[in-house]
């Protein structure tokens, strides 16, 4: 992929700063302009230096110019008269005639010449003076005139290109969020949290930066050098075209540079989301690898994968080592190739070498002084651009996983022509439910869900109880369509739940997990999350129905009391507690709590459950656990009992005690546990 090719994927975040973006090509343009004007005041400088002051070298020109357009003119006649007597062959007739138009061109070149120095002497000349020093000294005054409203314009460039880098990447940022919050649950798990922020922060970063050159010194630097380089076209075209054969050599290295680079940079990038996946494991695992006390394990995991990044990024500082030499090798190079044939020119006093034609007249000082000024100034903004290539490149390998991540699609599609889900009355129905695990590789894990068909009437309780690995999480958690089934379908009073708009089925839905997540807010405002058009009265109804009210009046600031992070103020039957107050205050027609009470005291769980037989609405209840207890079983309607993906049985306690050899196992090792 090429420079432009990257950075054209970002040209829709671009576009809305346009205006912006024109504004700073026109003052690139007139940098490039001013860089060569600044250039080309080597020409007078020298003239003066070597010839004394410009209206005496202006004369001294035309008086040259016209005594040189004068004797042409008589070889021009003198021709004519020998085309006239008709003695001469046709072979000579036709050397003659091209004399004679070399000789109409030269006074075609000399009339041009006559007339810029006419037209410089008339205007530029009267506000010159005729002191030498005086003159070099008003060029410099130019110079540094020239210098500073070049030095405004790079500044005015700066600050729009800096505009549109922040806000672009600002609206990348936000585009990079809405797209994770549209995403399905499955495709975000399989990007993984470390490799999520390292989008967010390290490649919106190296774009950010890529775009910063992009529209900064990329933008200036080729126009400087197109500039210089027209400038030296217009002094001696033939030579500067010399300089043109290294063009292709650059652009071969160029081209093996930038495919070692973007696999250099794609692997340096993937490091890095090691590096934030190392991390983010530590940090969330605190607490047991203090206990454990492993953390010289993970300070050697750690160095381990900073060391791998170092290699990766040295990759690429041993290619841009080489980038810039090479670069400035070649340009001495063009410039060689260049004004040693005009240095030839000048002290031989021609205007051919080897029979080629190189010049139109013998060049003089000044001229080869001011090529050569040109040549140098058209290599020392490629060599800057040289020094930024891998830079570039790295930016461009940013801009394609970040966009790669943007143009993703969720596995959970809406539907073209959704249905009007009205709320939950009826039933439930798994149909023949088969559903595997997506992952990175080609290949699907094996199936989590095996034609699993179930149905449950509305305001039925029915838990859903298996070891480890049996399916009964993956079963209820298609119901809020974290994961589509790969084959069979789920209704909902008839319903397909693929029929009908994500937003509109979740919002019958409560749920409530193993592990629970809290905002970093008040008690007050994360129950107030499950409906934010809640009133304070509805808040306190959910919180007192879920048994928080019994702990929340021992804290100084009751609802108003911040919890931290994850909920690190509160205890684990407390946060669970918040947390199904969150999904009651829903009112949802149907509620899922997923080990919602495994990991949590039996006081705290007498709560929860004391809470869903105090229902004030009716929902339809599904219970995710390993085993039922006794307290549980006067809530239960039935018992759906999982095994190896696939639906054993289904039905009460003692018909199940009685039939099912493996819910007998789960009851009774739940006894055993509590009798120990």
Not at 51 to 68: M, S
Not at 355 to 375: C, K, R, S
């Amino acid at each position: 992929m090429s420079i432009i090719e990257g950075f054209v994927k970002v040209w829709p975040y671009l576009r809305r700063y346009r205006g912006q973006i024109g504004m700073s090509i026109v003052f690139a343009v007139l940098v490039g302009v001013l860089w060569g004007a600044n250039l080309s005041v080597i020409y007078p400088v020298t003239t003066v230096l070597m010839e004394g002051n410009l209206q005496d070298y202006v004369e001294g020109q035309l008086t040259e110019l016209q005594d040189q357009t004068d004797v042409t003119e008589q070889q021009i006649s003198a021709i004519d008269d020998e085309l006239a007597t008709g003695s001469l062959s046709e072979l000579e007739k036709v050397r003659r005639l091209e004399t004679r138009a070399e000789h109409q061109e030269r006074i075609a070149r000399a009339t041009r010449s006559i007339h810029w120095l006419n037209w410089s002497k008339a205007h530029l000349l009267p506000w010159v003076p005729r002191d030498q020093f005086n003159t070099v000294a008003l060029l410099f005054g130019l110079l540094v005139l020239a210098t500073a409203l070049k030095g405004l314009c790079i500044f005015a460039q700066n600050m729009l290109v800096g505009s549109v880098v922040e806000k672009t990447t600002i609206d990348m940022r936000k585009a990079c969020f809405r797209k994770c919050l549209s995403l399905d649950y499955q495709t975000l798990s399989l990007e993984g949290t470390p490799t999520l922020m390292s989008r967010f922060t390290f490649d919106i970063q190296e774009l950010s930066y890529g775009l910063s050159l992009v529209g900064g010194r990329m933008a200036r630097e080729p126009v400087k050098a197109i500039a210089c380089m027209g400038a030296a076209f217009f002094v001696n075209w033939r030579l500067t075209l010399l300089s043109m054969i290294f063009v292709p050599l650059a652009g071969y290295m160029f081209m093996r540079f930038g495919k070692m680079l973007k696999k250099a940079s794609h692997r340096m990038m993937d490091s890095m989301s090691r590096i934030y996946q190392v991390l983010e494991e530590t940090l969330n695992s605190m607490r047991v690898v203090i206990a454990f006390g492993n953390g010289r394990r993970h300070r050697r995991k750690f160095h381990q994968e900073n060391q791998a990044y170092y290699e990766k990024a040295m990759r690429i500082r041993l290619i841009d080592s080489f980038t810039n030499p090479i670069v400035e090798l070649l340009g001495i190079g063009a410039i060689f190739v260049t004004v040693l044939p005009c240095m030839y020119l000048l002290l031989r006093k021609t205007t051919t070498i080897w029979g080629v034609q190189l010049a139109d007249e013998p060049p003089d000082i000044p001229t080869l002084m001011l090529l050569y000024t040109f040549l140098v100034g058209t290599v020392d903004p490629i060599r800057k651009l040289s020094t930024v290539y891998s830079k570039l490149k790295r930016s461009v390998v940013a801009a394609d996983r970040v966009t790669e991540f943007l143009a993703s699609d969720s596995r959970i599609q809406e539907p073209v022509t959704p249905r009007v889900m009205p709320r939950h009355t009826k039933e439930i129905e798994f149909q023949n439910i088969r559903f595997s695990y997506a992952s990175k590789e080609e290949s699907n894990r094996p199936d989590a869900l095996c034609d699993v068909s179930l149905q449950v009437n509305f305001g039925e309780t029915i838990v859903v109880v298996g070891s480890n690995g049996s399916g009964k999480s993956t079963l209820v958690n298609l119901l809020p369509r974290y994961y589509d089934p790969n084959r069979g379908r789920i209704l909902v009073d008839g319903v397909d739940i693929r029929d009908v708009p994500s937003r509109a089925l979740r919002s019958q839905l409560g749920v409530v997990t193993q592990d629970t997540f809290l905002f970093n807010d008040t008690i007050y405002e994360n129950i107030r999350y499950g409906n934010t058009e809640a009133t304070r009265q509805e808040v306190e109804d959910a919180a007192r129905q879920a048994g928080v009210t019994q702990f929340i009046e021992q804290l100084p600031l009751g609802f108003e009391t911040m919890i931290g992070e994850k909920g690190a103020g509160l205890s684990g039957g407390q946060r669970q507690r918040i947390s199904l107050a969150r999904a009651l205050i829903r009112k949802p027609s149907i509620l899922i709590l997923d080990e919602a009470t495994s990991a949590i005291d039996s006081q705290s769980e007498f709560h929860i459950q004391q809470a869903l037989k105090n229902l004030s609405f009716e929902c339809t209840t599904f219970i995710v656990t390993h085993a039922v207890n006794r307290s549980l079983l006067e809530l239960v309607s039935r018992i759906a009992v999982m095994h190896e993906g696939k639906l054993v049985a289904c039905g009460g306690h003692e018909h199940l005690l009685e039939t099912c050899p493996i819910y007998q196992d789960l009851f009774h090792a739940q006894v055993r546990q509590k009798a120990a």
